[in-house]
């Protein structure tokens, strides 16, 4: 009778080893015949078969998993995540058989998802691209900046439940981001490129498509992920979380700049003007003389309405570094936006002959407010000359003029920028 049993049973488990090998030998064939849907159908029937199986043929199961849900990359969302979490399973099985076969599509698929994050990123779908760096830092833990790459389009997104996570994450880790970027600038365009390392930065001047290459410090992100933390629970009206949140960063680097900043930013969300006032001063006092300082100073200053003190700030980032582009940019932001009361009066007036008058009084005064802002662009376009935003603002404020040669000038640098030319 014993025998019987352990005959019955080694029959059973044939059956099953031939069933395994007979869909996986299916989801192969359909994954070379690019039909993935097929191979996805194969897959999902040797599942319930693969618990029993031995480690080399788990491995290829993971794989072939992979591949059939990955679909070369043109897997649903739902899918895509699965096949990042299977092609782990089986490189977590250790079998050297098929390492080469893993790391191949490992990097594929790290491939697929950086240039769609970037390509999403470009085109500001921000919360789509931050699931794609998702799956990119999924694909290589080891690239925490794919992390931080998430987390920021998240909160983009306004995905601040997602981009929380990641956020504490990073700075449980004790993500800084800081160390070296390496910049080149594309003879094609003039415009200066970041590389991931000074290997590639390198093959592309020694081809000859780059020039001038450069190394640069990167600036720690530890304050941007403090505040970034802050802010969301604020978002969340959890205000002890986020003061709480503060404190410790804070209490473990109290002179650091960017930290300052950040809890003044906190506290000027918070209405806390004092507190927000005494800090704006404790770091004036840290650093009198620092123009990125000054220039923060005033982004912040503009952001809480004040604009009288964000001017005297970006006037004191200028008179620190005459070449200061972003600060010559915010003055005439400060400057244009006077123009909105006026608009808004204009569009406001009747057909009597005072309204009249009175509209004239007030292009002329919108036309003041032009000449005061074209030299300051005209200054922040000469520290960034392919800078299309901002000749695009020059171009409709001479259109608005009548300066039309000038209009037309412009017009003809944006096209010329676009075109690649």
Same mark, same amino acid.
């Given at each position: ?26 989801? +192969? ?138 956020? +504490? ?74 003061? *709480?949140?503060?404190? +410790? ?34 770091? *004036? ?91 300051? =662009?005209?200054?922040? =376009? ?40």
């Amino acid at each position: 009778m014993k025998k019987q049993v352990i005959v019955a049973l080694a029959l059973a488990i044939g059956l099953f080893s031939n069933a395994q090998k007979n869909e996986l030998k299916a989801a +192969e064939k359909a994954i070379k015949s690019n039909n993935y849907a097929e191979a996805k159908s194969a897959i999902m029937s040797a599942e319930s078969l693969i618990g029993a199986a031995d480690d080399k043929t788990k491995a290829k199961f993971y794989i072939l998993k992979s591949k059939a849900l990955y679909a070369n990359g043109a897997g649903s969302n739902e899918d895509q995540d699965a096949a990042v979490e299977s092609i782990a399973k089986a490189a977590s099985l250790n079998n050297s058989k098929y390492k080469s076969d893993i790391e191949e599509l490992q990097i594929n698929m790290l491939n697929t998802f950086l240039t769609k994050a970037n390509s999403k990123l470009q085109s500001k779908q921000y919360k789509l691209s931050s699931f794609d760096f998702e799956r990119a830092y999924k694909m290589s833990p080891k690239d925490t900046l794919y992390l931080y790459y998430a987390a920021s389009t998240a909160v983009n997104g306004q995905d601040y439940d997602r981009s929380l996570e990641f956020y +504490e994450s990073l700075r449980d880790m004790g993500f800084t981001g800081a160390g070296i970027e390496y910049t080149a600038i594309n003879k094609e365009t003039g415009v200066e490129e970041t590389f991931d390392n000074r290997t590639l930065r390198d093959a592309q001047v020694t081809i000859g498509t780059h020039m001038s290459p450069k190394e640069k410090k990167k600036k720690t992100k530890s304050a941007e992920i403090i505040k970034n933390i802050a802010l969301i629970y604020l978002q969340n009206d959890e205000t002890e979380k986020a003061m *709480t949140a503060m404190s +410790e960063a804070r209490s473990a680097n109290p002179n650091d700049m960017g930290l300052i900043l950040t809890e003044a930013n906190v506290r000027l969300k918070m209405g806390e003007m004092d507190k927000f006032k005494a800090l704006m001063e404790e770091a *004036t006092k840290m650093d009198p003389e620092n123009a990125e300082l000054q220039y923060n100073l005033g982004v912040i200053a503009a952001d809480s309405g004040d604009k009288k003190a964000a001017k005297a700030y970006y006037e004191k980032a200028i008179a620190l570094d005459p070449n200061y582009g972003d600060a010559y940019t915010n003055m005439a932001v400060l400057i244009l936006d006077k123009e909105q009361a006026i608009v808004e009066e204009m569009n406001s007036l009747g057909t009597s002959a005072a309204d009249d008058k009175k509209y004239d009084e007030l292009r002329e005064k919108r036309k003041d407010i032009y000449k005061q802002a074209i030299p300051i =662009l005209q200054k922040s =376009l000469s520290l960034s000359p392919k800078n299309t935003d901002i000749m695009q603002t020059l171009a409709n404020i001479y259109s608005s003029i009548g300066e039309t040669d000038k209009y037309k000038e412009m017009k003809a640098k944006i096209e010329s920028i676009q075109s690649g030319n």
